[in-house]
């Protein structure tokens, strides 16, 4: 195994929570839901963020983070169709993961504080004036855009790969299973991502209950 | 990361407070805080709407259609730009935005009606006709 079940249900999640989000976001009939998937997906971020650290090997970034020069590289190997023989993401891979974690997580954070000047306000937007809500607003629209490019560029890179390259990364992402992964995931694996959600649920949406506006 | 980037994101709120809205002034500071207001009331309304709690649904509504009837008054020729978020369509489009404007004050008199009908289909419908009239004038004549 390469992706341990957090990793491949997290991604498959994450897609339709996102996917969600897009349509969600302009409909007043729909905008409590954004606001609470959003909170979800900050959820998310936040297991994703730790378990890059106390997660499965190829979850963690110290596997896949590259430095500029080895994420230039890998992407030159890419555009030439050479295989590189690592089990988990490739260094321009990881450079997409951090990306798009970033972006998500910015958005998810922007929209606490977002208004759509109608009827919403995002559960954190009191704390600030309605003017820097409305300014947090424009970016989390930006940010929308940046997201969606983003996405198309790893659906793209995923494509390459799959198509061209002959590489079964989407089958990966759902059995988990890749070549040159021989570890086995057992009830630790389990237990502990299910201890890390946990920790992640009740701080993010037990503190915005607490101190947020609904 | 996480916390970094939080903190990012606070200093540039609050960086973007010091320069942003607060310096609104006379005729747009008003109907800054005249929507600003109507969001207020749409809250209450949604409230109200869902138990159907029709005093308080004509009492909003009643404020919101006083705000449709004057707000044309409130977007005299060269009250936009910085800090505004009025488009310059409001001005270079003038006959449209009068047109949404009256929209606008027709959905909330329907809204009211409604109320006083204590016709709780015909006032969820009323309310939804309304925040799709904030919407559809937002869309062409206010920045994102």
Known sequence: MVWDVWVRVGHWLVVALIGFQFFSGGDLDLIDWHAWTGIALLTWVAFRVLWGFVGTRHARFSDFVGSPAQIKSSFRKLTQR????VAGHTHAGGLGVIALLGLVALLAMTGLFATDDIIFDGPLSHWVDSDVAGT??????????????????????IAWHQGVM???LIQGMLHGRKAGGQEAFGQAVLVRGLLVVGVCALTIVG???????? | MKRVIFGAVSVWALASAAVAHS???????ERMDRFEASKDSAKVLRGAVKSAD????EAEAVALNA?????????????????SEALDTVWSDWDGFSAKAGDYEMATAKLVSAAQSQDAAATASAFKAVMGS???????????
Not at chain 1, 136 to 157: D, F, N, P
Not at chain 2, 69 to 81: C, D, I, K, R, V
């Open chain 2, 23 to 29: 310096g609104a002034t006379g005729v747009v500071k």
């Open chain 2, 67 to 83: 705000w449709a009837s004057e707000m044309l008054e409130y977007f005299p020729e060269g009250s936009g730009g910085s800090p």
């Open chain 1, 82 to 85: 050479q295989h590189e023989s």
């Open chain 2, 134 to 144: 904030c919407k559809g004038c937002h869309d062409d004549y206010k920045a994102d």
């Open chain 1, 207 to 214: 503190g915005l209950l607490a101190v947020g506006r609904f």
């Open chain 1, 166 to 168: 002959k590489e079964p």
């Open chain 2, 54 to 57: 029709f005093a308080a649904i």
């Open chain 1, 136 to 157: 947090v607003t424009s970016v989390h629209h930006l940010l929308s855009k940046l997201l969606i490019l983003t996405i198309v560029g790893h659906v793209v890179a």
